[in-house]
C-alpha cells in the first residue's frame, strides 16, 4: 500500500472544508477528470496518474486542508481502501478516506511528509510504513526513525554529553556555518560534527564536514548505521540508531523520547 502526503490549499475556502468534513482527499488542476490526458501540464498529469494508482492499490494519507483546521499543525491521516472509485465533487477529483482522524503533525516522524515543491506526492521514503501503521491504529516503533529530524540533533546533543565526555555544545551553524555541533570535551578539545537521518544526504553533509580538516578539531559524524562507510577516513562516525538507544537506557533520555513520540500524554 502507498504512503502519500497531500495539501489542499483550493482558493474557495468552503470546498476545503467540505473536502475536510466529508473525508475526502482531492485534485484541482482546472478539474478536467480523471484522464491524465485531458491535462496540459506534467504536474498535473502526473497527479492525476497518481490518484489512479492510489485507487487501484490504496494508500495511508497525511493531509492538510488550510483553512479547514483548528490548529496550524493539524493534519487528517486515514486510508484510501484498494479498489476505490472517484467521486467527482463540483468538478474536483476526490477518493474517500477511511479510519480518518486528526493528528498534530508538529510531533515524530509526521513533521518529515510535508510535499515537496508540489501538492502530492509519495512519502513512503521518510514514512518507512509508519504512517500507515499510525492510519490502523499501531503504536510509533521506539527507534530513531520515528523522530522528527529536528528532534534527531538533540538526541545526539545529549548522547554526546551523556557518552562521549562533551561539556559543553551549541549549534553550531550559529557559530560555524554549515556545521550541525559544536561540542568541547574534557580535555579541551573541539569537534565539529554534522547529524542526518536521511541516508540521501550522508556523502553531502560529510563533504561540508571534510571541509574542516586541519583546523585542530575532531570531525564527528551522526548517521544511518546503514551508512557508515561513505564519510572519508577523517571523519569519525557515530550511529544515530545506538545514539538513541543508548540515551533510551537512562531515565532522563526516556523521559525526553518520550516527549518526542508524543507517548508522554500530552
Known amino acids: 500500500m502507498l504512503e502519500i502526503t497531500i495539501t489542499h490549499n483550493l482558493r474557495d475556502q468552503a470546498e476545503v472544508r467540505e473536502l475536510f468534513e466529508r473525508r475526502l482527499i482531492a485534485l484541482d488542476f482546472n ?60 468538478g474536483l477529483l476526490c477518493l474517500p478516506l477511511s479510519l480518518a482522524r486528526v493528528v498534530d503533525s508538529s510531533r515524530n516522524f509526521l513533521a518529515n511528509l510535508p510535499p515537496r515543491q508540489c501538492t502530492i506526492q509519495k512519502c513512503h521514503s521518510r514514512a518507512q510504513g509508519r504512517l500507515l501503521g499510525m492510519v490502523r491504529g499501531k503504536s510509533l516503533p521506539r527507534d530513531v526513525g520515528s523522530l522528527h529530524h529536528a528532534d534527531v540533533e538533540v538526541v545526539v546533543d545529549r548522547y554526546a554529553r551523556e557518552f562521549l565526555d562533551v561539556v559543553e555544545s551549541w549549534t553550531a551553524s550559529r557559530v560555524q556555518q554549515g556545521i550541525d555541533h559544536l561540542f568541547v570535551l574534557e580535555n579541551g578539545e573541539e569537534a565539529f560534527a554534522q547529524t542526518t537521518i536521511s541516508r540521501n544526504l550522508v556523502e553531502k553533509k560529510s563533504e561540508i564536514l571534510i571541509e574542516q580538516v586541519g583546523k585542530e578539531h575532531q570531525l564527528w559524524f551522526f548517521g544511518p548505521e546503514s551508512e557508515r562507510n561513505r564519510t572519508a577516513a577523517a571523519v569519525q562516525y557515530f550511529s544515530i540508531e545506538d545514539a538513541f538507544h543508548s540515551l533510551d537506557t537512562l531515565p532522563s533520555g526516556r523521559w525526553l523520547i518520550d516527549r518526542m513520540l508524543g507517548q508522554d500524554g500530552t
Open 31 to 90: 478539474r478536467h477528470g480523471p484522464d491524465p490526458a485531458a491535462y496540459e501540464s506534467r504536474t498535473a498529469r502526473q497527479s492525476v496518474e497518481l490518484f489512479h494508482e492510489i485507487a487501484v492499490e490504496g494508500a495511508a494519507v497525511i493531509a492538510a486542508y488550510k483553512s479547514a483546521m483548528h490548529r496550524k499543525a493539524d493534519r487528517l491521516i486515514g486510508e484510501v481502501p484498494p479498489a476505490s472509485e472517484f467521486i467527482r465533487l463540483n
